[in-house]
């Protein structure tokens, strides 16, 4: 038996039962954030950003590097490629440059008149080209022999080459310095860019780990060494990680442009349905997709979607990205995310494994080095579309099969992520568990969540999350097997943009599994501002515009500043496997072509939108039966 200890051990006072109740309460504390281990308020960035070391990039005009990206996305004010000042409202949260993989750093060492360059007959004729100020021309002719293989010798910069390491560390070197965990995050990545034939296959690779490790690699190219198969992408994500020990993602985007081959059910290239082996693969390294950017919005299509009156939304369906093959119908269910969310629930019941289950994000694949896409402050995708009297109306791409006008840029997105804190690791791992949401622009905070205990009385609350991570899992997680006699119930809250404008409703978007083997959606609206009362289709009225073009205005004397409510799934049925999603509708807001007229002084096409409804789309929540 031991016995007591000597009374000089014990200098701090008798520990009797009352004393030690106060050590170790048996309540929560008073202070409500103490011990809160849950994010609570979202990060805003973008993931998709390029500057001149992107080839394409520096061809049409930019002339800003990583590090006067960095400024700009910290709140800084500098002087974009066209000569103009241009600075954020805000500072971002976070950001991503995502330069191509190929050729990185050709056109500001060619600018320079790198010695390397200028001895390659190609090189020196471009270069004396831009001299004379035929600058134009030369950029065509750069893009054009890119494209027809032309690129050899000293001009083809192959990752094993001097000047790609160099522009590679440099771009490595950029997000070091600007990186200031708790204030601004700079985060190591880069632009695979597939593009075979014009169909869009592009990836955003992201690196949770900093330039020690990020830097013991080079990025992964289409041109040899490198291919333009995702596999062959993720095999090299699979290397990297067991080289280095560190982490690594891949985002997805702009599907729209793919012409039907970016979410398969029939994999391109082998012509065979899409196998267990890709399924695993594509859902172990893309947890994300790029739902909305400069080059259109991808959540949903008209033609997909004819019930759904808001799914006409910054349409960009004409053909794939170069606009060498035109858009057809048959095309489209493999392009957008809520198509694609849908097939993934029939190839999981196929396979066992879902290959398209990812979250949502923005970001903007911008080539100007300038992460500016608010209505009033768009700097448009190239240096050659900064604000101007004549972008609208000056064609973006244009080919015997189809033309995309200036005006139908689309001024988005960001990435919103709900991240414990502002650094590398905690935004990274958050986009792993897709708790994440896509804005076309304004900073609204949106939660989801989804349980089955949640009652109406929760979205009386003023702290939706505490309830929220307590009773169900956020944007992102997953459902289990539903008890007997419950229906998912659903938490859902939204604050506006505090300098935006106010919002219109929250919808609920389903997608579902049928007992016939068949995927089915429905869109119900949950939340609206005002006393408006569904129709007999179930339908919330519009919420009206207040919108004066010729003045580039509106007021916040419709809609709501925040939204909450709790929702039950009406048509539930436990055995069929089902997805869930929000998405957040503000009230009408002029867009940037409006903003363009006014501040030009300019007439723009009587086709040209003009005023539009920004929006934000959360990460789905799955729902799995029991097999």
Same mark, same amino acid.
């Given at each position: 038996?031991?016995?007591?200890?000597?009374?000089?051990?014990?200098?701090?006072?008798?520990?009797?039962?009352?004393?030690?109740?106060?050590?170790?309460?048996?309540?929560?504390?008073?202070?409500?954030?103490?011990?809160?281990?849950?994010?609570?308020?979202?990060?805003?960035?973008?993931? %998709?950003?390029?500057?001149?070391?992107?080839?394409?990039?520096?061809?049409?005009?930019?002339?800003?590097?990583?590090?006067?990206?960095?400024?700009?996305?910290?709140?800084?004010?500098?002087?974009?490629?066209?000569?103009?000042?241009?600075?954020?409202?805000?500072?971002?949260?976070?950001?991503?440059?995502?330069? %191509?993989?190929?050729?990185?750093?050709?056109?500001?060492?060619?600018?320079?008149?790198?010695? &390397?360059?200028?001895?390659?007959?190609?090189?020196?004729?471009?270069?004396?080209?831009?001299?004379?100020?035929?600058?134009?021309?030369?950029?065509?002719?750069?893009?054009? !022999?890119? @494209?027809?293989?032309?690129?050899?010798?000293?001009?083809?910069?192959?990752?094993?080459?001097?000047?790609?390491?160099?522009?590679?560390? /440099? +771009?490595?070197?950029?997000?070091?310095?600007?990186?200031?965990?708790?204030?601004?995050?700079?985060?190591?990545?880069?632009?695979?860019?597939?593009?075979?034939? &014009?169909?869009?296959? =592009?990836?955003?690779?992201?690196?949770?780990?900093?330039?020690?490790?990020?830097?013991?690699?080079?990025?992964?190219?289409?041109?040899?060494?490198?291919?333009?198969?995702? #596999?062959?992408?993720?095999?090299?994500?699979?290397?990297? /990680?067991?080289?280095?020990?560190?982490?690594?993602?891949?985002?997805?985007?702009?599907?729209?442009?793919?012409?039907?081959?970016?979410?398969?059910?029939?994999?391109?290239?082998?012509?065979?349905?899409?196998? #267990?082996?890709?399924?695993?693969?594509?859902?172990?390294?893309?947890?994300?997709?790029?739902?909305?950017?400069?080059?259109?919005?991808?959540?949903? =299509?008209?033609?997909?979607?004819?019930?759904?009156?808001?799914?006409?939304?910054?349409?960009?369906?004409?053909?794939?990205?170069?606009?060498?093959?035109?858009?057809?119908?048959?095309?489209?269910?493999?392009?957008?995310?809520?198509?694609?969310?849908?097939?993934?629930?029939?190839?999981?019941?196929?396979?066992?494994?879902?290959?398209?289950?990812?979250?949502?994000? &923005?970001?903007?694949?911008?080539?100007?080095?300038?992460?500016?896409?608010?209505?009033?402050?768009?700097?448009?995708?190239?240096?050659?579309?900064?604000?101007?009297?004549?972008?609208?109306?000056?064609?973006?791409?244009?080919?015997?099969?189809? +033309?995309?006008?200036?005006?139908?840029?689309?001024?988005? @997105?960001?990435?919103?992520?709900?991240?414990?804190?502002?650094?590398? %690791?905690?935004?990274?791992?958050?986009?792993?568990?897709?708790?994440?949401?896509? +804005?076309?622009?304004?900073?609204?905070?949106?939660?989801?969540?989804?349980?089955?205990?949640?009652?109406?009385?929760?979205?009386?609350?003023?702290?939706?999350?505490?309830?929220?991570?307590?009773?169900?899992?956020?944007?992102?997680?997953?459902?289990?097997?539903?008890?007997?006699?419950?229906?998912?119930?659903?938490?859902?809250?939204?604050?506006?943009?505090?300098? @935006?404008?106010?919002?219109?409703?929250?919808?609920?978007?389903?997608?579902?599994?049928?007992?016939?083997?068949?995927?089915?959606?429905?869109?119900?609206?949950?939340?609206?501002?005002?006393? #408006?009362?569904?129709?007999?289709?179930?339908?919330?009225?519009?919420?009206?515009?207040?919108?004066?073009?010729?003045?580039?205005?509106?007021?916040? +004397?419709?809609?709501?500043?925040?939204?909450?409510?709790?929702?039950?799934?009406?048509?539930?049925?436990?055995?069929? #496997?089902?997805?869930?999603?929000?998405?957040?509708?503000?009230?009408?807001?002029?867009?940037?072509?409006?903003?363009?007229?006014?501040?030009?002084?300019?007439?723009?096409?009587?086709?040209?939108?003009?005023?539009?409804?920004?929006?934000?789309?959360? !990460?789905?929540?799955?729902?799995?039966?029991? !097999?």
């Amino acid at each position: 038996m031991i016995g007591a200890l000597p009374a000089a051990a014990q200098d701090s006072g008798t520990l009797d039962k009352e004393a030690a109740e106060k050590v170790f309460p048996a309540k929560k504390p008073y202070s409500p954030a103490a011990g809160r281990n849950f994010p609570t308020r979202p990060l805003f960035g973008d993931t %998709h950003l390029h500057t001149s070391f992107s080839m394409d990039a520096g061809a049409f005009g930019a002339r800003l590097s990583p590090r006067d990206a960095y400024r700009f996305g910290r709140g800084e004010e500098v002087t974009a490629s066209s000569g103009q000042l241009a600075k954020l409202s805000r500072p971002l949260d976070f950001l991503v440059v995502a330069d %191509h993989s190929d050729n990185m750093g050709f056109f500001p060492d060619l600018l320079a008149g790198k010695p &390397g360059l200028l001895a390659d007959p190609l090189g020196r004729k471009w270069y004396d080209m831009i001299q004379s100020g035929k600058g134009a021309e030369a950029a065509i002719d750069i893009i054009v !022999s890119f @494209g027809a293989g032309k690129f050899k010798g000293p001009i083809l910069y192959s990752p094993d080459s001097a000047p790609y390491r160099s522009a590679w560390q /440099e +771009t490595i070197d950029a997000a070091e310095e600007a990186n200031e965990p708790g204030r601004f995050t700079a985060i190591i990545g880069y632009e695979w860019t597939s593009n075979t034939g &014009g169909n869009n296959l =592009h990836r955003n690779v992201l690196f949770r780990d900093n330039g020690d490790r990020a830097g013991q690699v080079v990025p992964y190219t289409v041109l040899p060494p490198g291919s333009d198969n995702p #596999r062959d992408l993720w095999k090299w994500m699979s290397a990297y /990680e067991e080289k280095t020990g560190g982490d690594v993602l891949a985002i997805a985007h702009n599907g729209n442009l793919s012409n039907g081959i970016m979410f398969p059910i029939v994999e391109p290239g082998v012509n065979k349905p899409i196998d #267990r082996e890709y399924a695993e693969t594509r859902a172990r390294w893309e947890r994300l997709y790029e739902a909305t950017q400069i080059k259109g919005d991808g959540e949903a =299509h008209p033609f997909l979607s004819p019930n759904d009156e808001f799914a006409n939304f910054e349409t960009w369906d004409k053909g794939n990205l170069d606009l060498t093959v035109v858009k057809t119908p048959d095309m489209l269910e493999f392009e957008y995310a809520r198509s694609a969310l849908k097939n993934g629930l029939k190839l999981e019941k196929e396979l066992g494994i879902n290959p398209y289950k990812f979250g949502m994000i &923005g970001s903007t694949d911008a080539h100007t080095g300038l992460a500016a896409v608010e209505e009033d402050n768009f700097f448009g995708k190239t240096s050659s579309s900064e604000p101007s009297a004549e972008r609208a109306t000056h064609p973006f791409v244009k080919t015997e099969k189809a +033309t995309i006008m200036g005006w139908e840029q689309t001024s988005s @997105g960001y990435a919103a992520v709900w991240a414990t804190e502002n650094t590398r %690791h905690a935004i990274f791992d958050a986009m792993e568990r897709r708790e994440t949401y896509a +804005t076309t622009g304004p900073r609204m905070a949106v939660r989801f969540f989804a349980g089955f205990d949640f009652v109406a009385a929760d979205a009386n609350s003023r702290s939706p999350a505490v309830v929220g991570y307590s009773k169900g899992v956020p944007m992102g997680g997953d459902l289990t097997v539903a008890p007997e006699g419950k229906a998912p119930t659903f938490l859902v809250a939204a604050l506006k943009d505090p300098i @935006g404008a106010n919002l219109d409703r929250y919808q609920i978007v389903k997608g579902w599994l049928d007992a016939a083997g068949e995927v089915q959606e429905k869109v119900y609206d949950v939340a609206w501002s005002g006393d #408006r009362k569904p129709g007999a289709d179930g339908k919330v009225p519009s919420v009206g515009s207040t919108v004066d073009v010729a003045n580039a205005t509106w007021t916040n +004397t419709i809609g709501a500043p925040e939204l909450i409510a709790v929702w039950v799934d009406p048509e539930f049925d436990p055995a069929q #496997r089902a997805f869930y999603y929000g998405r957040v509708l503000e009230i009408p807001t002029p867009r940037w072509t409006a903003y363009d007229a006014k501040y030009f002084g300019v007439k723009m096409p009587p086709e040209a939108t003009m005023e539009m409804q920004e929006r934000a789309y959360t !990460s789905p929540i799955w729902y799995n039966p029991a !097999s």
